[in-house]
């Protein structure tokens, strides 16, 4: 289980621009469940992930898994069983680097790597049977270079490697954002298979107000950094893509 308790954030502190963000904000996220959080610009989606992530830091409160707290862990300790898959399509992968070479640096996530090849040969089958399985044929495109492929295609092999070892949660900050509409339903169909298989809690923040309604098993909305619809189970299941809209607008007429 993922606790967020009472956490304070405020950027530029003591200055002209200083804004508070979260004031005592809370969530508990339960094992195995896959949330799905839209909102406006600036209503703290991807602050939140990048609080959970380590990546910016908060004034007060604490972040726990399993009632231990996270929050002086270094971002590199807690992708120990995170992953995470961002907008850019190019942010995931090394662009230069073959997929082999992302899928074998991918692989080695915790390990040392000591004065070894980064390459294991040994594990091409194994890499090849994970890309065949994303429908995509690029299991016969080892060799190529990650910055030739198409968006969505780097978009999938990121979704491979964030979940290729194990780990519990995964953190998908608008992925599906930078691709047309028909690659963002690939991507969002093989991101469900993944979580579903892997049996991951799982944070997708996105604009995409139908992926939001279609997909995982909670959803939430945030407004100027506080949660103003919160929706799981049946009553998820109910709520379509109109009644977001609807809710969307009406907060952002306040």
Do not use: W
């Not at 074998?104 to 890499?127: C, E, H, M, Q, W």
């Not at 279609?214 to 893509?241: A, C, F, P």
């Not at 109109?242 to 809710?247: A, K, Q, R, S, V």
């Amino acid at each position: 289980m993922l606790e967020v308790e009472k956490i304070t954030k405020i950027y530029n502190p003591g200055t002209v621009m200083e804004q508070k963000l979260f004031q005592d904000f809370s969530l508990v996220v339960e094992e195995g469940q896959f949330i799905a959080i839209v909102g406006g610009n600036g209503s703290g989606k991807t602050s939140l992930l990048n609080i959970i992530c380590g990546t910016i830091p908060i004034e007060s409160g604490d972040v726990r898994i399993d009632g231990e707290s996270i929050v002086k862990r270094k971002d590199y300790q807690r992708y120990a069983n995170m992953g995470r898959v961002y907008q850019d399509p190019s942010a995931g992968v090394c662009p230069d680097l073959t997929m082999l070479e992302n899928l074998s640096l991918a692989d080695n996530k915790g390990k040392p790597f000591n004065l070894t090849r980064a390459v294991n040969r040994s594990r091409i089958k194994f890499y090849q049977e994970q890309l065949q399985a994303l429908g995509l044929g690029l299991e016969d495109k080892m060799d190529v270079k990650m910055g030739s492929l198409s968006g969505g295609q780097r978009q999938a092999v990121s979704l491979l490697m964030a979940s290729m070892t194990p780990l519990r949660f995964l953190i998908l900050d608008e992925h599906t954002a930078a691709l047309d509409p028909k690659t963002a339903e690939v991507i969002m169909v093989l991101t469900n298979k993944i979580i579903r298989e892997k049996g991951l809690t799982a944070m997708m923040v996105t604009h995409n107000l139908r992926h939001a309604a279609e997909y995982g098993d909670r959803i939430l909305m945030m407004h100027q950094g506080t949660i103003v619809l919160d929706r799981s189970g049946e009553e998820k299941k109910k709520t379509s893509m109109e009644d977001i809209l609807l809710m969307f607008n009406r907060i952002s007429t306040q």
